[in-house]
């Protein structure tokens, strides 16, 4: 029996279990049958209903898995239901005809978008028969691009008088701008019947060009100026602008302490094609008389020259108000009396994007204020200034 026993307890630990182990007794009379399975089990110790448990929920878990990606299958290869189909009433047969149904909204905006784009704009006339002048008067304007704000600002011209136009002042982040600005045009009553007011919003951008918003062509023989009028009028599409003479950029910086006015000339571009030597003259007028004058270097051979040329005058600030910057772009091939291909004038007396750039140089002293100006005709700006003969006088600058 002793041996017996020994060799039992010998073949217990050869399969894994410690001699006289409760968890894997060995009935008298039968024999462990060896494997694989048998003896994981026999060597886990945990008790066989928790192995049962685990794998029954493993079971679970994995029918789930299959059951949820079958259920995605049959999502992507569903057909979509006929309700949410999109029904087109051209292609349905019967008496019911489409202006009995409501339109859908793509094909409403579609059609109102067309006719409420381009906003409105609301001005006032008024005719002096005896002074033959014109008054315009630009109230406000609304509507004038849906999606996101711009910085308008209005230009008004007459036909008949080439050269004469007006700019308003920029109003900043609106599409309902409020000019209330007036200005008067020379129009005798003999061609009232053929001259027609032109407005053209556009939208200010101070390093690029300015974006049209919208045109007003309104004929005056089509109007009765006997009566001061004051309407809103729809604004059309703007109309492909003009090949324009060029563009000049520049800064401008004010020390009012020392009275230092610092012009730089950066760069011009749009120029005509075909200059010799193109340079850029800062003139200074005060009380409307030529006072001060630089030139820049020429550039050889190119329409968009580059220049980045400072100069510096003094101008006492109790005379800022009085004084005139106008800068000209020229061409040295030119004939001795020809005319420069373009100007921009500065100073209190100018009008719209200049006469911001110069509020905005007052407004931050000491700093740099750079921007582009389209180029306007020499004669219109000569007109404008309405110089006197030249100024010979040095005036008393601070700390002198």
């Avoid at 556009?202 to 919208?214: A, D």
């Avoid at 420069?340 to 750039?357: N, T």
Wanted: net charge positive; hydrophobic share 40%.
């Amino acid at each position: 029996m002793l041996h017996l026993h020994g060799w039992q307890t010998m073949q217990g630990r050869k399969m894994g279990h410690p001699p006289d182990s409760p968890s894997a007794p060995v009935p008298a009379g039968t024999t462990a049958i060896p494997g694989l399975i048998p003896d994981l089990v026999a060597g886990t110790p945990w008790p066989r209903w928790a192995l049962i448990a685990g794998a029954l929920a493993a079971g679970v878990l994995l029918v789930s898995c299959l059951l949820c990606a079958a259920c995605c299958c049959c999502r992507r290869h569903r057909k979509k239901p006929r309700d949410k189909e999109a029904v087109g009433l051209g292609s349905a047969r019967g008496t019911t005809t489409t202006h009995l149904v409501q339109p859908d909204v793509d094909s409403l905006e579609s059609s109102l978008g067309g006719a409420q784009q381009w906003g409105r704009l609301q001005l006032s006339l008024e005719y002096d028969f005896g002074s033959q002048e014109i008054r315009v008067s630009l109230r406000q304007a609304a509507d004038l691009r849906p999606g996101g704000t711009v910085d308008p600002y209005a230009r008004v011209s007459v036909s008949t008088q080439a050269g004469h136009r007006h700019e308003t002042k920029v109003h900043r982040g609106t599409l309902c701008p409020v000019f209330d600005e007036t200005c008067c045009f020379h129009i005798p009553q003999a061609e009232l019947p053929g001259a027609t007011l032109q407005v053209q919003l556009f939208n200010f951008k101070r390093f690029s060009g300015h974006e049209p918003l919208g045109e007003l062509h309104l004929p005056l023989g089509t109007v009765d100026l006997r009566h001061v009028l004051e309407h809103w009028y729809p604004l059309g599409p703007p109309a492909a602008t003009p090949e324009q003479v060029g563009e000049l950029c520049f800064s401008l910086r004010y020390v009012p302490s020392s009275g230092r006015l610092t012009v730089v000339v950066l760069e011009a571009r749009g120029l005509r094609p075909g200059l010799a030597e193109p340079y850029v003259k800062v003139q200074l007028m005060l009380n409307q008389r030529k006072w001060k004058k630089r030139k820049t270097a020429t550039k050889k051979g190119t329409a968009a020259p580059y220049f980045n040329e400072a100069f510096t005058f003094l101008v006492p600030f109790s005379q800022v108000q009085n004084v005139d910057l106008v800068l000209a772009v020229w061409d040295h091939g030119l004939p001795l009396r020809a005319e420069p291909m373009g100007k921009v004038h500065l100073g209190a007396r100018a009008s719209g994007q200049p006469l911001q750039h110069w509020a905005d140089m007052l407004a931050h002293a000491r700093q740099p204020v750079a921007q582009w100006h389209p180029l306007r005709p020499a004669r219109e700006v000569d007109r404008v200034l309405a110089l006197q003969p030249r100024l010979r006088l040095r005036l008393p600058l601070p700390h002198s």
